[in-house]
């Protein structure tokens, strides 16, 4: 099947909807027997619905129509709008566009807004224009937004290329693209920095959605923020955060990736006195294993319902609410005049999908596309870790001016909420000795733009890796990050890597246990979904025998996600230990004080 979400409904299947929906003439398919969501009264009624090629012409009285070239019978189970992912990265799935379609499409969703920040970040504009055109034909309409953080933190990493006004311009210039992606260069709107102001003026000039990350901002920051015209914010992390963003004006988009934030959340919205329309749902980040699992969004949904939303509400958020965000009139309901993206589900409370209609034809039964997207990976961007092989040698800690001695040092302390620390270590012979309960972290730039020697520091909150683990994934800027204690292991998952084009790989004695092959701009893998899951529930085995996690760090997003450098407190990238609330970068080699 090949699909054109984003085609216009031509005259004349108007033409003829407008015949069926009066009698004058017959659907081509007619859904019977179930009830509908409907999203914008809060009902749920049992409604036959007809539909005429992508159409739908008419929500009727049970039984009251039986012409038609088809009939489903969909007694017991619920008709509601197509869901709608209103922020998403698929790189985090390490998936491109027609695999990611083949999972999340089978369990209801059919729009996904995608920031393709990170293959932007490894490949620049080229890449961007990949991610539109890889997204064509799909069963999901797929509306990609322009790249704003190339690079998110200017001045604390360099990745593999730079975005200003005039890139932003230019992609705001195609038609495919719906909007900029998410501002995280919060530090740049705040001090009126000319690169974001012009960043922003684009996308207002644009007409299009300005997306954006807001991360731990309130009080006058925030309001300061949304006043230089970006509109909404998916860096929710409690339910007093979430009410100081609505109130701010902006669109919240709530995300399934932090599980711990929604009770909260849930809370702080039936605290309200009415349903907020500018609530949609995201996803934002999903490993691959999970998405395969769970589906996707509505997984998100059904934690929503679980946690003490109506189900009603939480599906308006995914549908209706998003639609208008997305200021689109074709979408988010199941009514006369919307296009045909119909989730039925056997499940209201579980969000559990049986079947997904898409342009009025039946695509997924029961979690399972009739036919999967064609896979294509021509024109993606490729070898992108630029790195020669590397010795042991690299990932020990050199001390400045120490030879022999105790020094302080600066530490990234904990794992996704981090702080700055700082421990003593014994010198001896210039290198530091890795003192109990600490790990080492380097960072080595692998875009070929600037030197490729590694940025190594200390971290506490990973325990004693027993081996260690290195990612290519690595937000945003997409460097090589390895974590471990024994600069042997570091050297074989960092060495497997580069030899591989980029992933994911785990190593102890010396030795590699896994591998996780991402050979599209070191971040997306080429095999089939399901593969991809397995080969990454692998990994993850293999990580498990290597860290203690912390709950609830006992994933993968916490290594991915160490060097975000937008956001506040210490994070390590090429440049060295940085903080996105103060701008500083500070040498990890220099001590804080005087050896002795």
């Not at 890796?465 to 074989?492: C, F, K």
């Not at 506040?568 to 903080?579: A, K, M, N, Q, V």
Request: charged share 20%; glycine share 10%; with cysteine.
């Amino acid at each position: 099947m090949t699909f054109a979400p984003e085609a216009p409904i031509s005259a004349e299947i108007r033409r003829r909807g407008v015949q069926a929906a009066q009698g004058k003439a017959a659907f081509d398919l007619l859904l019977v027997g179930g009830t509908v969501v409907d999203v914008a009264t809060g009902e749920l009624r049992p409604a036959d619905v007809g539909l005429v090629g992508g159409l739908i012409a008419s929500v009727h009285p049970p039984g009251s129509r039986a012409d038609a070239a088809e009939t489903h019978d969909l007694a017991g189970l619920f008709l509601a709008p197509g869901f709608v992912d209103c922020h998403v990265h698929f790189e985090s799935s390490y998936m491109g566009p027609a695999d990611y379609a083949a999972v999340v499409v089978a369990h209801g969703t059919t729009t996904a807004v995608w920031d393709p920040h990170e293959l932007a970040n490894v490949a620049g504009l080229p890449a961007v224009r990949w991610a539109v055109e890889a997204s064509r034909g799909l069963p999901l309409r797929v509306l990609v937004t322009a790249p704003s953080c190339v690079p998110s933190a200017p001045g604390l990493e360099v990745g593999g290329a730079v975005f200003g006004p005039a890139e932003m311009a230019e992609m705001l210039g195609w038609p495919e693209v719906h909007g900029v992606s998410e501002v995280m260069d919060m530090a740049g709107v705040l001090s009126g920095a000319a690169r974001m102001e012009g960043i922003v003026a684009a996308g207002l000039a644009s007409g299009k959605n300005v997306n954006g990350h807001a991360r731990d901002l309130a009080g006058a920051g925030l309001q300061a923020y949304a006043a230089a015209g970006v509109t909404s914010d998916h860096e929710i992390m409690t339910g007093d955060d979430l009410l100081a963003k609505l109130r701010a004006g902006l669109t919240v988009e709530l995300r399934g990736s932090h599980d711990a934030v929604l009770p909260g959340a849930v809370a702080a919205i039936l605290s309200l006195p009415h349903f907020p329309a500018t609530l949609v749902a995201c996803t934002d980040d999903i490993m691959p294993d999970e998405l395969v699992e769970r589906g996707g969004l509505r997984d998100t949904l059904a934690r929503l319902v679980h946690r003490g939303m109506s189900p009603i509400d939480a599906i308006r958020m995914a549908t209706l609410n998003a639609a208008l965000r997305l200021k689109r009139d074709d979408i988010g309901l199941v009514a006369p005049g919307r296009r045909a993206e119909i989730a039925v589900l056997s499940d209201l409370d579980a969000i559990r999908v049986a079947r997904v209609y898409i342009e009025g034809r039946l695509v997924a039964v029961d979690g399972r596309m009739l036919a999967a997207p064609p896979r294509s990976f021509a024109g993606a961007p490729r070898d992108t870790v630029k790195l020669a092989p590397l010795e042991a040698e690299a990932f020990r800690l050199r001390v400045k001016d120490v030879s022999d001695g105790v020094a302080r040092l600066p530490v990234v302390g904990g794992v996704r909420v981090v702080q700055w620390a700082e421990t003593e270590v014994v010198v001896r012979e210039g290198f530091a000795e890795l003192p109990p309960g600490h790990s080492l972290v380097g960072v080595l730039h692998r875009h070929g733009q600037r030197d490729a020697t590694p940025m190594v520091c200390l971290a506490n909150g990973w325990g004693e890796p027993r081996g260690a683990i290195a990612t290519t994934i690595l937000h945003d800027s997409h460097n090589l990050l390895v974590l471990g204690r024994d600069p042997a292991d570091m050297t074989a998952a960092a060495n497997a890597l580069i030899a591989c084009g980029g992933g994911m790989a785990v190593a102890a004695g010396g030795i590699v246990q896994a591998v996780l092959a991402l050979p599209v701009a070191g971040l997306l893998a080429e095999t089939p979904p399901e593969v991809t899951a397995a080969d990454f529930a692998t990994l993850r085995r293999a990580a498990d025998a290597i860290i203690d996690w912390l709950p609830p760090y006992r994933m993968f997003r916490a290594v991915v996600g160490q060097s975000l450098a937008c956001n506040p407190g210490p994070h390590p990238t090429d440049l060295g230990i940085t903080d996105g609330g103060t701008g500083e970068v500070r040498d990890p080699t220099l001590p804080l004080l005087a050896a002795r």
